[in-house]
């Protein structure tokens, strides 16, 4: 990445710079979109500081001529404008004084007497507190982000700031690893005396997850962020990882990292994926602590239980297959067996993952030829014996007695013969 001074943004943003250089107003695009900018990154959550602007109020009327505005950062002194397909976060200059513990533990003064220095002072890393004047085109970099960028290091803008925050260092581990960065010493060490003085046990459990989402979802290997927590000596936070022998650690971050290139489409379904492999040398009870440990999501632990606690088998039936798909998504399955069994031969999965499809059950399980309508009309009403009846003629399709409703409706009046 060379130094630049003109950043590129979305021209139809002019309309609202515009606007706002006529009221006297100066717009600096901050945060991310301008450190990815820089490496060249595509990112569509633009987040634009302004100076010069008398009130929250002016904002958002000003706002308002370019659509739907929502104030909920009202406190913050963010308003939140969607327009013409980009999200976009307009803020006041602030200043966060730590007033109680948590990460929510701030009082948020609103200050638009601020320098841009002075209120990019509260940024955690200096790669973050970048900004880019969209009126006299230039970079503003008071804290030398651009050339950590160039560098590969990731710095803290302010010690004292920092440890005011205990997510930042989650934040400090997910941004290592995302954008393969060495680590500052001194920004290394206070992560460490944080740990030590247990300050993350302020973070409540969303805050934590929402941290390693973007680690495992955003790295090309995620492994760096996990070595790197456990040498904070803050692995403790994952309990049971730090439970694992060297060795097992070491083999899971592996998997962890391949599964990376298996990834879909859907972040929900690598959500699972990754957070699978990660308890795939855990048992059903420690599964359900880590993943409990992070978050409350019900449906996600069910599903993550389904694909480790399910065994893995030499070779599978027709039958077994359709029996599969009653406890797992299989394509899901496989891909999670896929990188934990790195020594088993690619085709055993791909032979699966066509079988699976051409039965028609790779992400559902088998459809019952047999339904409760049909039953009906032989005068069994919805009872003991009706749900009995479906299960058996179901456990019979999936044994390949039954191929289709001519022979379900025969097998069904076998059943039914005194």
């Known amino acids: 990445?060379?130094?630049?001074?003109?950043?590129?943004?979305?021209?139809?943003?002019?309309?609202?710079?515009?606007?706002?250089?006529?009221?006297?107003?100066?717009?600096?695009?901050?945060?991310?979109?301008?450190?990815?900018?820089?490496l060249n990154k595509v990112i569509k959550d633009i987040d634009i500081e302004v100076y010069g602007i008398s009130s929250f109020e002016e904002l958002e009327k000003i706002l308002k001529e370019f659509g739907s505005v929502n104030s909920v950062g009202k406190c913050f002194g963010?308003?939140?404008?969607?327009?013409?397909?980009?999200?976009?976060?307009?803020?006041?200059?602030?200043?966060?004084?730590?007033?109680?513990?948590?990460?929510?533990?701030?009082?948020?003064?609103?200050?638009?007497s601020l320098t841009f220095k002075e209120a990019t002072s509260r940024r955690d890393f200096t790669i973050n507190a970048i900004g880019y004047d969209v009126q006299e085109k230039k970079i503003l970099d008071p804290f030398n982000g651009v050339d950590d960028l160039n560098n590969r290091i990731l710095k803290m803008v302010d010690k004292k700031k920092f440890s005011q925050d205990p997510l930042r260092v989650l934040r400090a581990i997910q941004f290592y690893a995302r954008f393969d960065l060495r680590i500052d010493s001194e920004l290394f060490t206070l992560c460490v005396e944080m740990i030590q003085n247990n300050l993350l046990d302020e973070l409540p459990k969303d805050r934590v997850f929402g941290e390693i989402k973007k680690l495992i979802l955003k790295s090309q290997k995620p492994s760096k962020g996990?070595?790197?927590?456990?040498?904070?000596?803050?692995?403790?936070?994952?309990?049971?990882?730090?439970?694992?022998?060297?060795?097992?650690?070491?083999?899971?971050?592996?998997?962890?990292?391949?599964i990376v290139s298996l990834k879909t489409s859907s972040n929900k379904?690598?959500?699972?994926?990754?957070?699978?492999?990660?308890?795939?040398?855990?048992?059903?009870?420690?599964?359900?602590?880590?993943?409990?440990?992070?978050?409350?999501?019900?449906?996600?632990?069910?599903?993550?239980?389904?694909?480790?606690q399910t065994k893995l088998e030499t070779s599978y039936t027709d039958t077994q297959l359709f029996k599969l798909a009653l406890k797992v998504n299989i394509e899901?399955?496989?891909?999670?067996?896929?990188?934990?069994?790195i020594t088993k031969k690619e085709n055993y999965f791909e032979n699966l993952k066509k079988r699976a499809l051409e039965l028609g059950i790779l992400h559902q399980k088998l459809k019952p030829i047999l339904q409760g309508r049909d039953i009906l009309e032989y005068g069994i009403k919805p009872s003991k014996e009706y749900s009995t009846i479906l299960n058996e003629v179901y456990e019979a399709q999936m044994n390949l007695k039954i191929k289709n409703i001519k022979e379900a409706k025969e097998w069904l009046k076998n059943y039914l013969i005194p």
Request: hydrophobic share 40%; with cysteine; glycine share 4%.
């Open 1 to 38: 990445m060379k130094n630049r001074t003109i950043l590129s943004y979305p021209d139809t943003l002019n309309q609202i710079f515009n606007k706002l250089c006529q009221e006297n107003i100066r717009a600096i695009i901050v945060g991310g979109f301008v450190r990815d900018s820089l």
């Open 78 to 112: 963010v308003c939140k404008l969607s327009f013409n397909g980009l999200d976009l976060d307009f803020s006041l200059p602030r200043k966060d004084n730590k007033i109680a513990s948590g990460h929510k533990g701030f009082d948020i003064e609103i200050d638009s």
């Open 226 to 258: 996990f070595k790197l927590l456990k040498e904070f000596s803050g692995i403790k936070y994952l309990t049971p990882l730090e439970q694992l022998s060297n060795n097992q650690f070491s083999k899971i971050l592996d998997s962890l990292d391949y």
């Open 269 to 308: 379904t690598n959500i699972i994926l990754m957070l699978s492999v990660l308890c795939s040398r855990f048992d059903s009870s420690q599964t359900t602590l880590f993943i409990s440990n992070i978050t409350d999501e019900k449906e996600l632990l069910k599903k993550i239980l389904s694909i480790t």
């Open 332 to 341: 899901h399955f496989l891909i999670v067996q896929k990188v934990i069994h």
